[in-house]
């Protein structure tokens, strides 16, 4: 059974640091771009950074760019969401989501989510 499970999430002042993790079981995890997510109450989904199988190629939101890092460990099949300078708008469920490698443009797999809350 395929599992992402996000862990790391918690409470945090403002200008604060969390990491984020995202483990996967039951699927190579190097055979899969990741992309972290987050969701506000009320809002819609919004794409946060994505990674690479190979981890040449990363991307990130216009919201987060200079403050958050995504990297991989591929040997221990976890993505991680580096979040520096955290802004209480940056409170949100994370999730992250592996991309389906037979559909363009679909997830084949998500984990559950993890809160993050920025206090001011």
């Known amino acids: 059974q395929v599992q992402l499970i996000e862990s790391g999430g918690g409470l945090v002042q403002a200008g604060g640091s969390l990491r984020l993790s995202c483990a996967a079981s039951?699927?190579?995890?190097?055979?899969?771009?990741v992309d972290w997510f987050r969701q506000a109450p009320g809002q819609e989904r919004e794409f946060v950074a994505g990674?690479?199988?190979?981890?040449?190629?990363?991307n990130y939101a216009d919201a987060v760019k200079g403050r958050f890092t995504i990297s991989r460990d591929n040997a221990k099949n976890t993505v991680y969401l580096q979040m520096n300078t955290l802004k209480p708008e940056d409170t949100a469920v994370y999730y992250c989501?592996?991309?389906?490698?037979?559909?363009?443009?679909?997830?084949?797999?998500w984990g559950q989510g993890t809160q993050v809350t920025v206090s001011s």
């Open positions: 989501a592996a991309v389906s490698r037979i559909v363009a443009g679909q997830y084949a797999y």
């Open positions: 990674i690479s199988r190979s981890d040449g190629n990363k």
């Open positions: 039951g699927l190579t995890f190097s055979r899969y771009s």
